[in-house]
């Protein structure tokens, strides 16, 4: 009972100030609006800004069907929708600057990547990174090397039972697929305890042609899947352009080990130590 109290307090102390954060934002734009650049702005809250912004907030109260609660509903949705991406991406951003930094060869082609796509920071919008390709592979490759969610997510098999794997499998028989098992299994990514994110590229060389792409879902797959996966794909991309342009970074000593972290339904989360330094100027590199 203690570990069930320990565990279960913190949690709802931090959904209880959640939703006193997020509650007054969102009700804010159902009555004033929103603004259609809220990426624009440099406050802690652009990190909400696809929930709270207009088309986001207007969209779900437009399209309210019968019967539902009006604002609570869509106050609801909006919370769960950010607490679902927010999770996801630190998770990921993490786990995402280790691999980078723990491989100096991505770093490097990496920061070529994204250095030469702006000459300014505030030049890095969305259009700009999703056209990144390699920025991609190497989130795509975080994602699958250390997934936020370790655990199984069930499902019960429907009457009459069906095939899975070409395998008949009866009625009410508890199924599910393990993300770790999945990403680490050499049946369907070559190498895949290495962070290789080449692997991920439209042209994929001969090593990697075998790999099994659709077993990743780290988002889980079909109607049920997180309703927060483009937003944390999103904030993830670009966090990591921005960060990746303004700073030369390295891990710390402490911190070589980082990934090698217990885990049961996600990661026991430890410190991930970097060394920064911001990235010199122009002026700078001619003094």
């Given at each position: 009972?203690?570990?069930?109290?320990?565990?279960?307090?913190?949690?709802?102390?931090?959904?209880?100030?959640?939703?006193?954060?997020?509650?007054?934002?969102?009700?804010?734009?159902?009555?004033?609006?929103?603004?259609?650049?809220?990426?624009?702005?440099?406050?802690?809250?652009?990190?909400w800004?696809?929930?709270?912004?207009?088309?986001?907030?207007?969209?779900?109260?437009?399209?309210?069907?019968?019967?539902?609660?009006?604002?609570?509903?869509?106050?609801n949705?909006?919370?769960?929708?950010?607490?679902?991406?927010?999770?996801?991406?630190?998770?990921?951003?993490?786990?995402?600057?280790?691999?980078?930094?723990?491989?100096?060869?991505?770093?490097?082609?990496?920061?070529?990547?994204?250095?030469?796509?702006?000459?300014?920071?505030?030049?890095?919008?969305?259009?700009?990174?999703?056209?990144?390709?390699?920025?991609?592979?190497?989130?795509?490759?975080?994602?699958r090397?250390?997934?936020?969610?370790l655990?199984?997510?069930?499902?019960?098999?429907?009457?009459?039972?069906?095939?899975?794997?070409?395998?008949?499998?009866?009625?009410?028989?508890?199924?599910?697929?393990?993300?770790w098992?999945?990403?680490?299994?050499?049946?369907?990514?070559?190498?895949?305890d290495?962070?290789?994110?080449?692997?991920?590229?439209?042209?994929?060389?001969?090593?990697?042609?075998?790999?099994?792409?659709?077993?990743?879902?780290p988002f889980?797959?079909?109607?049920?899947?997180?309703?927060?996966?483009?937003?944390?794909?999103?904030?993830?991309?670009?966090?990591?352009?921005?960060?990746?342009?303004?700073?030369?970074?390295?891990?710390?000593?402490?911190?070589?080990?980082?990934?090698?972290?217990?885990?049961?339904?996600?990661?026991?989360?430890?410190?991930?130590?970097?060394?920064s330094?911001?990235?010199?100027t122009l002026?700078?590199?001619?003094?």
């Open positions: 009972m203690a570990y069930l109290q320990d565990t279960i307090e913190p949690l709802v102390s931090k959904g209880l100030l959640h939703f006193h954060v997020m509650g007054p934002l969102i009700q804010d734009r159902l009555k004033n609006g929103g603004s259609e650049t809220d990426l624009s702005r440099s406050s802690w809250q652009d990190n800004f696809v929930c709270t912004n207009k088309r986001s907030v207007s969209h779900m109260e437009r399209n309210q069907k019968e019967g539902d609660t009006g604002k609570s509903q869509i106050l949705n909006a919370a769960i929708f950010i607490a679902a991406g927010s999770g996801t991406t630190a998770s990921w951003l993490s786990a995402s600057v280790y691999y980078i930094l723990a491989n100096p060869d991505v770093k490097s082609k990496l920061v070529d990547e994204i250095r030469n796509a702006a000459s300014k920071r505030s030049d890095l919008n969305l259009d700009i990174v999703n056209g990144m390709k390699y920025l991609k592979a190497v989130t795509d490759e975080s994602i090397i250390m997934p936020p969610i655990s199984t997510f069930t499902r019960v098999v429907p009457r009459g039972g069906v095939s899975i794997c070409g395998k008949y499998v009866a009625q009410s028989t508890v199924v599910g697929v393990n993300h098992a999945t990403y680490h299994s050499a049946k369907n990514f070559k190498h895949p290495e962070f290789h994110p080449e692997r991920w590229l439209d042209v994929v060389s001969e090593e990697f042609a075998g790999d099994h792409r659709n077993a990743l879902q889980s797959y079909g109607p049920r899947k997180c309703i927060a996966q483009e937003m944390a794909s999103m904030h993830s991309k670009l966090f990591l352009a921005r960060l990746f342009w303004e700073f030369d970074m390295e891990l710390a000593p402490g911190s070589r080990d980082w990934a090698q972290m217990k885990g049961f339904i996600a990661h026991y989360k430890i410190p991930l130590m970097v060394k330094n911001k990235k010199p002026s700078e590199t001619e003094t």
